[in-house]
Nanobody, 115 residues
Framework: QVQLVESGGGLVQAGGSLRLSCLAS????????MGWFRQAPGKVREFVAT????????NYADSVKGRFTISRDNAKNTVYLQMNSLKPEDTAVYYC????????WGQGIQVTVSS
């Protein structure tokens, strides 16, 4: 079955960096657009970034533009989210998702940014 497993989360001070990874299995990874979403406590899940199948096109939420970078390695079935200049408001559970309709989701990973 399809599995998306996130890793790389944790606790970081404001201004720091983290790189999230999402390893996909059970699907033809290079045929799927991939995305990152996040959900902060008491808030709805929100879009963070997306990347097309080849990695040649990306899109970002305004709140992370210029600080976060999404990338993918189709040979490793992995999508990444490089997060720089982190802010306390970036604290959330981060999810990766597969497919243009986001049919598949990972279990999520906690990112906490302390002030």
């Amino acid at each position: 079955q399809v599995q998306l497993v996130e890793s790389g989360g944790g606790l970081v001070q404001a201004g720091g960096s983290l790189r999230l990874s999402c390893l996909a299995s059970g699907l033809p990874f290079s045929s799927y657009a991939m995305g990152w979403f996040r959900q902060a406590p008491g808030k709805v899940r929100e879009f963070v970034a997306t990347i097309n199948r080849s990695g040649g096109s990306t899109n970002y939420a305004d709140s992370v533009k210029g600080r976060f970078t999404i990338s993918r390695d189709n040979a490793k079935n992995t999508v990444y989210l490089q997060m720089n200049s982190l802010k306390p408001e970036d604290t959330a559970v981060y999810y990766c998702a597969a497919g243009s309709g986001y049919n598949y989701w990972g279990q999520g990973i906690q990112v906490t940014v302390s002030s």
